[in-house]
T-cell receptor, first 114, second 110 residues
Framework: DTGVSQDPRHKITKRGQNVTFRCDPI?????LYWYRQTLGQGPEFLTYFQNEAQLEKSRLLSDRFSAERPKGSFSTLEIQRTEQGDSAMYLC????????????FGSGTRLTVV | GIQVEQSPPDLILQEGANSTLRCNFSDSVNNLQWFHQNPWGQLINLFY???GTKQNGRLSATTVATERYSLLYISSSQTTDSGVYFC????????????FGQGTTLQVKP
């Protein structure tokens, strides 16, 4: 297993456009998380899936954000009508259900909205 | 919600020096992890340590849950230790959601 994969690594988009990011977790991990990190800050939790069920969403996740995890495998995070304030690093992580060992982050997708 | 405070915010060391990073948290936790974010942005899991002491090579960590703090020790620092060190805590047994501190930025000079 090669760890948590995220695609793309970088995305530059114009304000108002929609963007979609993909995350492939470690295959045996059934928990998947999305975080957002802005410059100089720690990552902030956005949402969490256990298998295909989205069980928690942060208030940071406005109506323009949606996340899916069909079939409990990869996940996508879509941002509609992007704003300059959406510019950030979007990080995906996965872990097992039992205990919190193996919490592994991907390399992230850096979004720049111009 | 729970507050996580890390100190110091910045630290500059000469190669070979030792250092101690601190993480204070405002409520009981059942999950505490230390991460290193390298200059390329990758977050690496160092320790899962909700209580007790662990060691891994030149790094060790201690969490005193009753007093709500954790310490990360780096001995004989190397330039490759540079980056940002984050403490992250969780309070729910139902999810693995983590609340991160602001981080300690470490620069190790040759």
């Amino acid at each position: 297993d090669t760890g948590v994969s995220q695609d793309p690594r970088h995305k530059i988009t114009k304000r108002g456009q929609n963007v979609t990011f993909r995350c492939d977790p470690i295959s045996e991990h059934n928990r998947l998380y999305w975080y957002r990190q802005t410059l100089g800050q720690g990552p902030e939790f956005l949402t969490y899936f256990q298998n295909e069920a989205q069980l928690e969403k942060s208030r940071l996740l406005s109506d323009r954000f949606s996340a899916e995890r069909p079939k409990g495998s990869f996940s996508t995070l879509e941002i509609q009508r992007t704003e300059q304030g959406d510019s950030a690093m979007y990080l995906c992580a996965s872990s097992t259900t039992t205990g919190f060992h193996g919490y592994t982050f991907g390399s992230g997708t850096r979004l720049t909205v111009v | 919600g729970i507050q996580v405070e890390q100190s110091p915010p910045d630290l500059i060391l000469q190669e070979g020096a030792n250092s101690t990073l601190r993480c204070n948290f405002s409520d009981s936790v059942n999950n505490l992890q230390w991460f290193h974010q390298n200059p390329w942005g990758q977050l690496i899991n160092l320790f899962y340590i909700p209580s007790g002491t662990k060691q891994n090579g030149r790094l060790s960590a201690t969490t005193v849950a009753t007093e709500r703090y954790s310490l990360l020790y780096i001995s004989s620092s190397q330039t490759t230790d540079s980056g940002v060190y984050f403490c992250a805590v969780g309070t729910s047994s139902n999810t693995g959601k983590l609340i991160f501190g602001q981080g300690t930025t470490l620069q190790v000079k040759p």
